[in-house]
């Protein structure tokens, strides 16, 4: 069962860039990772997927352009560069993985494809 923890988060002006870190998303092959967010009031949504079968990345048209998903397998953790923030960027985002779910892949930006979640870390954008 992974454990996954967060951190990169933080207070940012809007044009500013974060880096997200997700320790312990392991070494899974054949799944997705991905991140999610959810801002008050809202539902989650999904941001941006990896699909580590292959080479596919996802992402969300909101951030399409701006953020970039990514994974160190040597250092078991995944990344989300987040540049050009903007204030409806600003929610809790949590890292997510599944250990074997090829199916993924058709509905990555899904949370139901992921069995793992975070506890997240908060991203604020306000000037």
């Known amino acids: 069962q992974a454990q996954l923890m967060e951190s990169g988060g933080g207070s940012v002006q809007p044009g500013e860039s974060l880096r997200l870190s997700c320790a312990g998303a392991?070494?899974?092959?054949?799944?997705?990772m991905g991140w999610f967010r959810q801002a008050p009031g809202k539902e989650r949504e999904g941001v941006a997927a990896l699909y580590t079968g292959g080479s596919s990345t996802y992402y969300a048209d909101s951030v399409k352009g701006r953020f970039t998903i990514s994974r160190d397998k040597a250092k078991n953790t995944m990344y989300l560069q987040m540049n050009n923030l903007k204030p409806e960027d600003a929610a809790l985002y949590y890292c997510?993985?599944?250990?074997?779910?090829?199916?993924?892949?058709?509905?990555?930006?899904?949370?139901?494809?992921?069995?793992?979640w975070g506890q997240g870390t908060q991203v604020t954008v306000s000037s």
């Open positions: 997510a993985v599944d250990n074997f779910n090829p199916g993924c892949q058709w509905a990555p930006l899904s949370g139901d494809q992921y069995a793992f």
């Open positions: 392991g070494d899974y092959s054949v799944t997705c």
